[in-house]
């Protein structure tokens, strides 16, 4: 298996690629820098660099910031450096987000330099004209590190109210891996912190150098999809040991904080870690794509040249099916970022080539630029492009097939995404996972006492059976209807809370009925706050953030 510090140690000798004036004269390969979106500017923050002009790696200690208001492309676009001080601690591939309520950009967590846990929090407020002065929001002393820890390689994702972080690693030089449990939530409007229970995404709540990605089009305040990365059985771990399929496919639903598990279908791409994902809302607003690009798997698999990890997948919701767009690019790359750029194309920041260690990014400044609607690989941003459509082959599937999956493996993730669910009887119950409802048996002292029918019961029976079949071919023509003209659909159900359709391991395999309870594994449980930051504390902060009491690692 590749061990994580390997790949950060691997020695460039290869040849000089020409840089921007932006990025060090030399310029070979970056990687593990981390990006996000404010308005009209392109953040990318921090990363590892490696460069004709000196042997190794090294920290590359600035934020850069590329303008969206023009077209440009990636050889000639220009950025705006903002040199970060010098008591940030230097972390590989942090999770950096914007929270619009405070109107901050912060940083979370990484694999540091300094072969320590991170116990500071930095953030930024963006100007305007891409300026970017780092500040500390969370001391080293402040009490907020007494109930939190913050990893690298968690699965973090953004949503309009909040940041979420899941799981993430503690490594250091010549100790065992330590994975950190949980989902850890950042509420933008509370200013409060939290740590909920994820022991119904693996065993030991653990994921580490997957991606996550909020999805708005379903559930009342959006959904959290995890895909990829190790989730380890246990906290101590070995990088690429428990690398998770792609076919398996995690659902957080943010508003009820409950775990559902689907099979994906199609064209599941390889296993991978170290991978980045963007997503799109469909034309319609039916559907929402999410596109994948590159990773990292095993070493057997990591030194051969395998075309698909150089592919963009597709998995599109709520289909839940992977879809493999057509244009692959001539490198592989790992520990890369990725953002929407504009209306409809994903850009891909760095990344590293894992077939070889003097392998060089060949995109200029290391930026590839993808369109999401034609599937091609560009050569810059454009600024006037269109707005996303679907791409023609993520169309040609849903004229073909049905919109939701053949079968949900949870019964209460239908209703999350809008599937019909029809039953015969308001009081009837879900079975459990793998069991089948048998008609009961008639008693032998029945089947002889039954009587012969005469003509008169054939005929009302014929003639009920008519009736009974035009009725189905009219509640067929209904329900075609609705869904030609994309109707909220109609539950037929005794229990409407996804909550009493049954709760799934990541395994599929049942667990019990989930009754109405907080407590986990099914849904997450939200620990009461009990630790108030200081007066002091707070003025730093600029605003008043209440931390919850929760399990220290390490």
């Not at 008591?87 to 300094?114: E, H, M, N």
């Not at 990365?229 to 659902?251: A, F, W």
């Not at 019909?420 to 008639?442: C, D, E, H, I, N």
Request: net charge neutral; glycine share 10%; hydrophobic share 35%.
């Amino acid at each position: 298996m590749i061990d994580l510090f390997t790949i950060l140690v691997i020695v460039v000798t290869h040849a000089q690629v020409a840089g921007s004036a932006w990025l060090p004269d030399g310029f070979q390969r970056w990687f593990w820098q981390s990006s996000v979106i404010v308005g009209d500017w392109l953040y990318i923050d921090g990363g590892e660099i490696y460069t004709s002009q000196k042997k190794g790696s090294s920290p590359l200690n600035k934020t850069f910031a590329i303008p969206l208001s023009a077209s440009w492309t990636s050889s000639s676009v220009e950025a705006v450096v903002n040199d970060k001080p010098t008591g940030l601690d230097y972390s590989r591939k942090p999770a950096v987000w914007y929270d619009p309520v405070d109107g901050s950009v912060f940083s979370w967590g990484g694999f540091t330099y300094s072969n320590a846990n991170s116990k500071t929090m930095w953030a930024f407020r963006p100007d305007g004209r891409g300026g970017a002065v780092w500040e500390q929001r969370y001391s080293s002393n402040s009490s907020f590190w007494t109930h939190f820890t913050s990893p690298g390689g968690s699965l973090a994702a953004t949503t309009p109210l909040g940041f979420y972080s899941l799981g993430g690693a503690l490594i250091k030089n010549n100790s065992p891996n330590f994975a950190m449990p949980g989902l850890v939530v950042y509420d933008f409007r509370e200013k409060t912190w939290s740590n909920l229970s994820a022991a119904a995404y693996a065993s030991c709540g653990c994921a580490v150098l997957g991606q996550a990605q909020f999805v708005p089009r379903f559930g009342q305040d959006g959904l959290l999809t995890m895909l990829g990365g190790d989730s380890p059985d246990d906290h101590i771990y070995k990088t690429g040991g428990s690398i998770k399929d792609l076919s398996n496919v995690t659902v957080y639903d943010i508003h009820n904080q409950m775990w559902y598990y689907q099979t994906a279908t199609g064209d599941v791409p390889p296993p991978r870690e170290q991978f980045c994902m963007v997503s799109a809302l469909g034309t319609d607003n039916s559907t929402y794509e999410i596109f994948l690009y590159g990773g990292i798997s095993t070493s057997a698999q990591g030194k051969v040249a395998d075309p698909e990890y150089a592919q963009v997948y597709i998995l599109s919701l709520p289909a839940f099916t992977w879809i493999r767009a057509p244009n692959s690019t001539v490198q592989r790359l790992f520990g890369h970022s990725c953002q929407v750029i504009g209306r409809r194309q994903m850009i891909v920041i760095g990344g590293s080539n894992p077939q070889s260690g003097e392998a060089r990014n060949i995109w200029p400044n290391g930026l590839g630029v993808f369109d999401m609607t034609s599937l091609q690989w560009t050569s810059g941003y454009d600024a006037e492009a269109k707005s996303y459509i679907q791409p023609d082959i993520v169309k040609k599937y849903y004229d073909q097939n049905t919109r939701y999956p053949a079968t949900w493996d949870v019964p209460a993730l239908a209703t999350v995404f809008g599937a019909p669910l029809v039953k015969t009887s308001p009081t009837a119950t879900v079975p459990p996972f793998g069991a089948s409802k048998r008609p009961p048996s008639q008693s032998a002292a029945a089947a002889k006492g039954r009587r012969k029918l005469n003509v008169g019961a054939i005929a009302g029976g014929v003639a009920g059976g008519v009736i009974g079949l035009l009725l189905l071919l009219a509640l067929g023509k209904y329900f075609l209807y609705r869904r030609q003209h994309k109707l909220p659909p109609v539950f037929e159900l005794g229990a409407s809370d996804p909550r009493e359709l049954g709760a799934y391991r990541l395994s599929g395999q049942p667990v019990m009925k989930q009754e109405r309870t907080n407590n986990p594994p099914y849904q997450s449980q939200s620990l009461k706050p009990r630790v108030n930051l200081s007066e002091e504390e707070r003025d730093s902060v600029g605003h008043t953030p209440t931390v919850c009491l929760c399990d220290k690692y390490l």
